[in-house]
């Protein structure tokens, strides 16, 4: 049986420093235009890279971590736009299937359907979504006051933050602009939160059979009036979820036998 070997992507530099702290016996290793972070946490073999962005860029960067790196397993963490509208900023979605929204090779196959594969999703491993509600369970609600400061609180409405189980859009487009968040949902009616790598990682993914989860913390709601000071959200909030998060995983990890 091989040795477990867990890659940790995050979508910021801000969330993969702070998982960094997390870390022991830490070593860098450059590859790629990427710095990858090797070291333990609560004993476990770790990796932990900053995915960076797009489809692309993070499709090359799991490739990597499971060629080079010989990862076993996969955590994504980032932040994501709200798509359904009982999403809130500070929520939290774990993504049991992803979906690349901008894959459209019509007419010769369906809309969304990646070529080759006959798949338009890809899903989560069970055991992952499982260990990573607890954890998230476990930082959200009246929790959040234990580490995020009050007035962060006060400043991005972060009271009654809950988790969520669905599906999740990714592809290479930015959605700031309504029309088009309401625009993807009416073309994917399922899916709770847009991003841009999560659905690319989750195919590389299941073509080397790495069990794997997407995590992604809500940055901002499906309206008009969600414009929130980013840099501060992605420092003192998300960030902060991605360490809490990581730590609880592990933590946790003895019911994965990891």
Same mark, same amino acid.
Do not use: W
């Given at each position: 049986m091989s040795e477990k070997i867990i890659g940790i992507m995050g979508a910021m530099h801000e969330e993969i420093n702070s998982i960094l702290h997390l870390m022991t016996g830490v070593e860098e290793i450059s590859f790629g235009r990427r710095t990858y972070y090797t070291g333990t946490i609560h004993n476990i073999k770790t990796v932990v890279v900053f995915s960076r962005w797009g489809k692309v860029a993070a499709a090359t960067t799991v490739t990597s971590l499971i060629t080079r790196f010989n990862v076993t397993d996969l955590?994504?963490?980032?932040?994501?736009?709200?798509?359904?509208? /009982?999403? &809130? #900023?500070?929520? =939290? +979605?774990?993504?049991?299937?992803l979906i690349q929204h901008d894959m459209?090779?019509?007419?010769?196959?369906?809309?969304?359907e990646i070529p080759l594969l006959g798949l338009t999703y890809f899903e989560s491993d069970p055991d992952y979504i499982t260990i990573a509600k607890r954890a998230i369970d476990a930082i959200i609600?009246?929790?959040?006051?234990s580490f995020i400061e009050e007035h962060e609180i006060e400043q991005f409405s972060?009271?009654?933050?809950?988790?969520?189980?669905?599906?999740?859009a990714s592809g290479d487009k930015f959605f700031a602009d309504q029309a088009d968040k309401e625009q993807l949902h009416a073309a994917i009616p399922d899916i709770l939160c847009v991003e841009m790598e999560g659905a690319a990682v989750a195919q590389v993914c299941? /073509?080397? &059979? #790495?069990?794997? =989860? +997407?995590l992604r913390i809500i940055?901002?709601?499906c309206n008009e009036n969600s414009s929130i000071d980013f840099p501060d959200f992605i420092k003192?909030?998300?960030?902060?979820?991605?360490?809490?998060?990581?730590?609880?995983?592990?933590?946790?990890?003895?019911?994965?036998?990891?």
């Open positions: 955590i994504f963490i980032g932040v994501a736009g709200a798509i359904h509208t /009982e999403l &809130k #900023i500070g929520d =939290v +979605v774990i993504a049991d299937r459209d090779a019509r007419p010769l196959m369906p809309r969304h609600g009246d929790n959040i006051h972060l009271q009654n933050t809950r988790a969520f189980k669905g599906t999740v299941y /073509e080397y &059979k #790495i069990p794997f =989860v +997407v940055s901002d709601e003192n909030v998300s960030s902060k979820y991605a360490y809490e998060i990581i730590r609880n995983m592990f933590t946790l990890s003895s019911g994965l036998a990891l």
